[in-house]
């Protein structure tokens, strides 16, 4: 019998959550393999945040184990055993390091929000191998840290 669960993915940071598919240009979906989302400052607002907010604090989307820390990214294998990974649109400051297990919400890394303002994808959050994802539901909109963002089902026998 197949049981359908559905799973929250949070926002990393405070900004406008969009579908990947939405992007245009080289931060595009058909640039990024997989399903997710992307989190970019809201247009009226970017000048101000960057006078205003020096830099912008990544949490964690999910509980995970990090499988990958990198300079510009961080990838976490979920509890259901799928890969979930973190891009920056730069380099920025990694907190974890692979090996580790982090809660939905821990603070993962930093990003000028210079950087963050300036992009058109300031963060993505995506499934790099979405085969075990049988919906991916973004909720898009201003988001604040934590708050909801996507929500995915998961196909698994029991």
Same mark, same amino acid.
Request: proline share 5%; aromatic share 4%; glycine share 10%.
């Given at each position: 019998m197949e049981i359908y669960e559905l799973r929250v993915l949070l926002s990393p940071a405070a900004g406008v959550v969009v579908p990947l598919q939405e992007l245009s240009g080289e931060d595009g979906a058909a640039h990024f393999r997989g399903e997710g989302f992307a989190l970019t400052a809201p247009e009226g607002l970017r000048g101000f945040l960057q006078r205003a907010v020096p830099a912008v604090e990544v949490r964690a989307p999910a509980d995970g184990a990090v499988t990958y820390a990198g300079e510009n990214s961080f990838r976490l294998r979920t509890g259901d055993g799928l890969e979930l990974e973190?891009?920056?649109?730069? +380099?920025?400051? $990694?907190? !974890? @390091?692979?090996?580790?297990?982090?809660?939905?919400?821990?603070?993962?890394?930093?990003?000028?929000?210079?950087?963050?303002?300036?992009? +058109?994808?300031? $963060?993505? !959050? @995506?499934f790099p191998e979405s085969s075990g994802v049988s919906e991916l539901h973004v909720l898009g909109g201003a988001k604040k840290p934590g708050r909801p963002a996507a929500e995915y089902r998961l196909r698994s026998e029991k």
């Open positions: 973190v891009l920056l649109c730069a +380099p920025g400051e $990694i907190f !974890v @390091r692979s090996g580790e297990v982090i809660m939905a919400g821990e603070c993962c890394a930093r990003l000028s929000r210079e950087d963050f303002c300036a992009s +058109p994808a300031g $963060i993505i !959050v @995506r």
